[in-house]
T-cell receptor, first 113, second 115 residues
Framework: RKEVEQDPGPFNVPEGATVAFNCTYS??????FFWYRQDCRKEPKLLMS???SGNEDGRFTAQLNRASQYISLLIRDSKLSDSATYLC??????????????FGSGTQLTVLP | DAGITQSPRHKVTETGTPVTLRCHQT?????MYWYRQDPGHGLRLIHY???????DKGEVSDGYSVSRSKTEDFLLTLESATSSQTSVYFC??????????????FGPGTRLTVL
């Protein structure tokens, strides 16, 4: 079983739609959670850190459910510029690996005009 | 912009040749990382460094070595490149501080092709 699992998609949605991505992680000791976006042939860029109570940044809402080991990302009013691959990322803090991240394989989103 | 550059940005080499990739940062971050990204696998950690001359192995370290002789530079070396090492290589740094959640920020990547 992969440590971080995501639905690879692709998700094809019309402009203005709401789309949600889900991610599950296997290690209950994981402590920090993130969503990154990656455009084609570019580096991953931090989209949001995910806080315990859930957090919102404009059209983006991230939620964490520790009991179910589940993270979600909701995008409202999708724009063409939201087309990208979204990576779910988990930080497991252990001795000697305090700052290592584990990446999901990503979910591809295409927003259609 | 985390002030990270990678060189070269593109490289084509032949099997069996040594290759060194360079990651350079300008903001004095302690932690630096090398990842490779391949279709279907996502980003996988090769090696990381937690200070000058302090390095450790990641998930896919076989066939790779690293060196960090000064804070700003982290080098990744393929001693004898193989076709399976054809990939996109990303360098990353971690911000630090009491409010940090250990977010990582990435360089632009190096596309390596081993023929």
């Amino acid at each position: 079983r992969k440590e971080v699992e995501q639905d690879p998609g692709p998700f094809n949605v019309p402009e203005g739609a709401t789309v949600a991505f889900n991610c599950t992680y296997s290690n209950s000791a994981s402590q920090s959670f993130f969503w990154y976006r990656q455009d084609c042939r570019k580096e991953p860029k931090l989209l949001m850190s995910v806080y315990s109570s859930g957090n919102e940044d404009g059209r983006f809402t991230a939620q964490l459910n520790r009991a179910s080991q589940y993270i979600s990302l909701l995008i409202r009013d999708s724009k063409l510029s939201d087309s990208a691959t979204y990576l779910c990322v988990v930080n497991l803090v252990t001795s000697g690996s305090a700052r290592q991240l584990t990446f999901g394989s990503g979910t591809q989103l295409t927003v259609l005009p | 912009d985390a002030g990270i550059t990678q060189s070269p940005r593109h490289k084509v080499t032949e099997t069996g040749t040594p290759v060194t990739l360079r990651c350079h940062q300008t903001e004095n971050h302690r932690y630096m990382y090398w990842y490779r990204q391949d279709p279907g696998h996502g980003l996988r950690l090769i090696h990381y460094s937690y200070g000058v001359k302090d390095t450790d192995k990641g998930e896919v370290s076989d066939g790779y070595s690293v060196s960090r002789s000064k804070t700003e530079d982290f080098l990744l070396t393929l001693e004898s490149a193989t076709s399976s090492q054809t990939s996109v290589y990303f360098c990353a740094i971690t911000t630090s501080g009491p409010s940090s959640y250990n977010e990582q920020f990435f360089g632009p990547g190096t596309r390596l092709t081993v023929l």
